[in-house]
């Protein structure tokens, strides 16, 4: 089945700095890729997705790039915000639309 | 578009009592999940049904979990009897159950097992 390995929290930051949180995944077939957020008090969303090897996806500043020969899908941002804080998390979808979670990471920036 | 329904939003119970959560998805999603998350812990997936079939339910405790999803719309998770590690939040979410689309996620219902 699918699996994720996400890079441990919590990530402290001061705005403006560069983030870059790491994510590894194993699956069969060929999965899509997701990153999802959590902010404070509120439901998990979509953040961005890439859908096959080589995509970008981007969204709010944030990008990931589908890496298929490393399988990984690492998530960065040039100048975080306060506003970023939340937690992240890596999820790739794999057969049958199933959606396996990272543990996520805690992201806390300070102003 | 109306998003993921869920209901309640916060439960207590004490140990060994039943509950139920419910949730609809959003209209003409075919794919519903439920998962467990547990504070501090990314989500885990309990069952996900396909229109009302079961794909997976691998990591669902079937001793005291049971899930439907009846006429392949709404869903309801019960839990019968509960124990104080079910504390956590369920979260239902659904998408269109095709290829590489988007999960929407309900609010959640926040369980506390006493």
């Known amino acids: 089945g699918n699996s994720v390995t996400q890079m441990e929290g919590p990530v402290t930051l001061s705005e403006e700095a560069f983030l870059t949180i790491n994510c590894t995944y194993t699956?069969?077939?060929?999965?899509?890729l997701f990153w999802y957020v959590q902010y404070p008090g509120e439901g998990l969303q979509l953040l961005l997705k890439a859908t096959k090897a080589d995509d970008k996806g981007s969204n709010k500043g944030f990008e990931a790039t589908y890496r298929k020969e490393t399988t990984s899908f690492h998530l960065e941002k040039g100048s975080v915000q306060v506003s970023d804080s939340a937690v992240y998390f890596c999820a790739p979808q794999g057969s049958n639309y199933k959606l396996t979670f990272g543990k996520g990471t805690l992201l806390t920036v300070n102003p | 578009e109306a998003g993921v329904a869920q209901s309640p939003r916060y439960k207590i119970i004490e140990k060994r009592q039943s509950v139920a959560f419910w949730c609809n998805p959003i209209?003409?999603?075919?794919?519903l999940y439920w998962y467990q998350q547990i504070l501090g812990q990314g989500p885990k997936l309990l069952i996900q049904?396909?229109?009302?079939?079961?794909?997976?339910d691998s990591q669902l405790p079937k001793d005291r979990f049971s899930a439907e999803r009846l006429k392949g719309v709404d869903s309801t998770l019960k839990i019968q009897p509960a124990k104080l590690e079910d504390s956590a939040v369920y979260l239902c979410?659904?998408?269109?159950?095709?290829?590489?689309?988007?999960?929407?996620f309900g609010q959640g219902t926040r369980l506390t097992v006493v």
């Open positions: 049904f396909q229109n009302n079939g079961v794909v997976d």
């Open positions: 699956a069969t077939g060929y999965p899509s």
């Open positions: 979410a659904s998408s269109l159950g095709v290829d590489r689309v988007e999960a929407f």
């Open positions: 209209s003409g999603h075919a794919t």
